[in-house]
């Protein structure tokens, strides 16, 4: 009987889960997914995980809480550094070890180390890393992380041309999310703001995404502006951005506002966020120069659905009263 690899469904897998299912099944080892997060899985990862810890965090531990018993291997990156100079959150250096001092009965864990920050080198090392708990042959584990790596690079490139949906390929598989913003089926286009793990979660933002589009609105997510596009709105900046996910939040917002291709901004974050912190005023700053209405979702553990509801109904009710109102509500009371 195959070895199977447990998927946390939580964190980076919103962005890379496509990348590393592949991958692995390139190599014929099956790969069991956690399911969508729910109130048990939360449940799980606030026992499991320390008081101090944010709520995607504690989400991640939960996931793994599932998948322990399933799998005999959890595969769990320690993100440093996607891209050269620059950093992940620290919460993703130190997730594995993490989850290993706050689990018990874990089965193995799959943890390469990813840090592009002086070059591309180290990459090969990880690759071949993961890789060989499964087979001998560097040549078979290279083949089948190239094959994964083009259809992922397939897959992002139609995403940022807006061509498919985020559901269609079987990444961020708990959407159903329409991404072309050229067609004219929608009256109000808002961006949809934060890290993946939040954005995509339907479960820790009380579905704001469905929510949304019930109230007829195009969303658009930092995800779908082009990398290239989203650094050269960064790169305006005093100083520069060493967070790599920062450089995606603030440029793909930036350009967005300047653009004028949005009306009005939601921003989800999780308590506590230290990265976040920094990012929402300079965003909300930069929205409040263009006259563009921003609001912010904060969420925890605690969070209610119908605050959240309110939030909601209330930021698309005034932007649609603005629009045929000509402007003349302001958009920050």
């Known amino acids: 009987m195959g070895k199977k690899v447990g998927i946390p469904r939580g964190m980076f897998y919103y962005d890379y889960y496509l990348l590393w299912e592949q991958f692995f099944k390139n190599l014929n080892v099956e790969v069991v997914l956690s399911p969508k997060s729910n109130k048990e899985i939360l449940d799980k990862g606030v026992l499991s995980c320390v008081d101090e810890a944010c709520l995607p965090i504690k989400v991640f531990h939960g996931h793994v809480e599932h998948l322990k018993k399933e799998v005999d291997y959890i595969f769990i990156p320690k993100f440093i550094s996607i891209f050269k100079m620059e950093y992940c959150c620290p919460k993703h250096l130190g997730l594995p070890n993490m989850v290993k001092h706050s689990i018990k009965g874990l089965p193995e864990i799959i943890a390469p ?17 993961t890789g060989k ?112 996910h920062g450089q995606k939040i603030i440029g793909s917002s930036f350009y967005l506002i300047e653009e004028r291709k949005i009306d009005g901004i939601i921003y989800i974050s999780a308590f506590g966020c230290g990265l976040d912190s920094v990012l929402i005023d300079l965003v909300e700053r930069k929205a409040k120069d263009y006259k563009i209405p921003f609001t912010l979702l904060t969420i925890d553990e605690q969070t209610g659905e119908a605050g959240i509801n309110t939030r909601i109904e209330a930021f698309v009710d005034m932007l649609k009263w603005r629009d045929n109102h000509e402007d003349n509500i302001s958009t920050y009371g």
């Open 133 to 244: 708990f499964f087979t001998n042959s560097n040549y078979k584990i290279l083949k089948a992380y190239d094959k994964a790596y083009q259809q992922f690079y397939e897959y992002n490139e139609l995403l940022a041309q807006r061509t498919v949906s985020l559901n269609t390929i079987g990444l961020l598989d708990n959407l159903k999310l329409k991404t072309k913003t050229t067609e004219k089926n929608y009256n109000t286009n808002i961006l949809l703001l934060g890290h993946s793990y939040n954005i995509y979660d339907d479960y820790i933002n009380m579905n704001t995404i469905n929510k949304l589009k019930n109230n007829n609105v195009e969303i658009i997510t930092a995800e779908m502006i082009e990398e290239k596009i989203a650094r050269e709105y960064t790169s305006k900046l005093s100083k520069r951005m060493f967070w790599t």
């Open 113 to 129: 180390t990813i840090n592009l920050r002086k070059s591309m080198r180290s990459l090969k090392n990880s690759i071949l890393y």
